[in-house]
């Protein structure tokens, strides 16, 4: 199982910005997914989450701003990002818990977290 984020780059304060996150591989489903960012110098914290019904959450200053999405046919996640400002630069991440086969015991699943790989945001001011 692997998650492959994508659509960071750079952007003007004021600009936006959408991110993808994409999961590939042999899994039952997946459930809650979430985007992270981590700033140089600064612990990860959470963006957003999205359970597998679309009920979202959100980091208090990403409110208004951040809007998260996935699209369950597709196995993909979204973060569109609006009004972004110089302090939102990071490296954003994704992950998700998802549910795989325990090859070694017939019709026995297991749930894991997975990362993605991190994109750069880059806000200029």
């Known amino acids: 199982v692997q998650l492959q984020a994508s659509g960071g780059g750079l952007v003007q304060a004021g600009g936006s910005l959408g991110l993808s996150c994409a999961a590939s591989g042999d899994f039952v489903r997946i459930n809650v997914m979430g985007w992270y960012r981590q700033a140089p110098g600064k612990q990860r914290e959470l963006v957003a989450s999205i359970s597998s019904i679309g009920s979202t959450d959100y980091a208090d200053s990403m409110k208004g701003r951040f809007t998260i999405s996935r699209d369950n046919a597709k196995n993909t996640m979204y973060l569109q990002m609006n009004s972004l400002e110089p302090e939102d630069t990071a490296v954003y991440y994704c992950?998700?818990?998802?549910?795989?086969?325990?090859?070694?015991?017939?019709?026995?699943?297991?749930?894991?977290?997975?990362w993605g790989q991190g994109t750069l945001v880059t806000v200029s001011s």
């Open positions: 992950n998700a818990d998802i549910t795989t086969w325990i090859v070694s015991i017939p019709l026995r699943t297991t749930t894991q977290t997975y």
